[in-house]
């Protein structure tokens, strides 16, 4: 049979760019990524106590904050299909981030539930519309020289930790009040560098195959559906890690410099990514990153008592988010050729972040109720073995094909 052949960028000559200098269009990507994960650092951990100063309750807090993980699961599909049918990623960008500036308006005023959920129902809806777009127009100006995307892509972790730590000490100073003009703020910083990206040029040489046709190879889901189940096993990390740590006797400064530590490497492997890449390659980091998240995991399942073995498994966060995401959307760009890539990083999104985000919170909320911590992060354990499994088997299938 024809061997079926998927390039890996990591081992094409890159472009020749001065190191570790972002100017012109990457520079522009940076910023954006910037405010956009900023708005992310603001937005997920201080709104909800925003919503508290309103006197909304807890049940009504739970269901306005879940809209920003709901909506994610269909938007992106949404937007990403429009942009490949306009064959305007960067208009689409535009119109999205000015729209979503301009839906938070209400907030300003708004004051009852329904009001509230209408109005973070729109800012959800067009705040995840952009990033799989920006994804691909970031991936689509790089060209072969992808192993650059986490140095781009690190500019968001920065502006995340940033907002983080920095709203966290001025609100401890100023009143909440205050909080929807931060927000706005951001949100104008978004919509300023999505009207400087430029769009994504496309090689029109470049053979696609029909959006049908890539989605009947099996190899496609096997990508996807791993993707998938990385994202599940993040679900009892991002809704339950500080309280399974609570629980173990930790104090907050603890829990705050454990998820530091985690986020540091993040920024870390997105520098060196590139030299990491030029060495193995996108795939063999990938199918990596499972097997070190099932120990990531692991260990904070039977090990949470112990500081050393939690903070080297913290560490390994740099592999289970930073170096996954970077090679998982490689791996989308190359597969989602030509007129489907924006498509193709919505469904990723969709189907990793929205899909399987959601499945795993709900599963691991339900695990921690009837087997604690321990069994909420074995089941995040398995399933990273699941998903290396999974891709394990699909590219032995390519390679006998």
């Not at 190879?217 to 339950?240: D, E, I, K, N, R």
Request: aromatic share 14%; with cysteine.
């Amino acid at each position: 049979m024809r061997r079926c052949r998927h390039p890996d960028p990591s081992h094409s000559r890159p472009h020749r760019r001065r190191a570790g200098r972002l100017t012109g269009p990457a520079g522009r990507f940076a910023a954006y990524y910037f405010f956009y994960f900023a708005f992310v650092g603001v937005f997920s951990p201080y709104w909800s106590l925003y919503l508290k100063h309103l006197g909304f309750g807890a049940f009504d807090i739970a269901v306005l904050m879940s809209l920003l993980q709901v909506t994610r699961v269909f938007a992106p599909a949404l937007w990403g299909w429009l942009a490949d049918h306009l064959g305007r990623q960067a208009v689409v960008v535009r119109a999205a981030a000015l729209a979503g500036m301009l839906v938070f308006l209400p907030v300003f005023w708004v004051r009852d539930f329904a009001g509230m959920f209408a109005t973070m129902l729109l800012i959800a809806f067009f705040w995840s519309a952009s990033l799989p777009l920006v994804e691909a127009m970031t991936l689509g100006h790089l060209d072969r020289n992808t192993a650059h995307y986490g140095r781009i892509r690190l500019w968001g972790s920065v502006g995340f930790v940033l907002t983080v730590l920095g709203c966290g000490w001025w609100l401890d100073h100023a009143s909440i009040d205050a909080l929807p003009w931060l927000v706005l703020a951001l949100l104008a910083g978004i919509a300023a560098f999505a009207w400087r990206l430029p769009d994504a040029s496309r090689d029109t040489q470049i053979h696609a195959d029909s959006l049908r046709d890539v989605l009947r190879q099996p190899a496609v889901w096997a990508l996807l559906g791993a993707c998938a189940l990385m994202s599940v096993a993040h679900g009892p990390y991002y809704t339950l890690f500080s309280v399974y740590l609570a629980e173990h006797g930790y104090s907050k400064g603890a829990i705050g410099s454990l998820w530091a530590v985690g986020v540091v490497f993040e920024i870390g492997i997105f520098m060196v990514m590139p030299h990491l890449v030029a060495r193995w390659g996108f795939l063999r980091i990938l199918q990596a990153t499972f097997w070190l998240g099932t120990l990531r995991f692991a260990v904070i399942a039977l090990m949470v008592d112990s500081l050393i073995p939690l903070l080297l498994a913290q560490t390994l966060h740099a592999a289970t988010f930073a170096a996954f995401h970077a090679s998982a959307v490689a791996a989308v760009h190359q597969t989602f050729r030509g007129p489907h890539q924006a498509k193709g990083q919505a469904l990723y999104t969709s189907l990793s972040f929205g899909v399987g985000g959601t499945v795993g919170g709900l599963l691991g909320g339900s695990l921690y109720e009837v087997a604690g911590g321990t069994g909420a992060f074995l089941m995040s354990a398995v399933a990273t073995a699941l998903g290396g499994l999974i891709l394990a088997l699909s590219s032995g299938t390519r390679d006998r094909s």
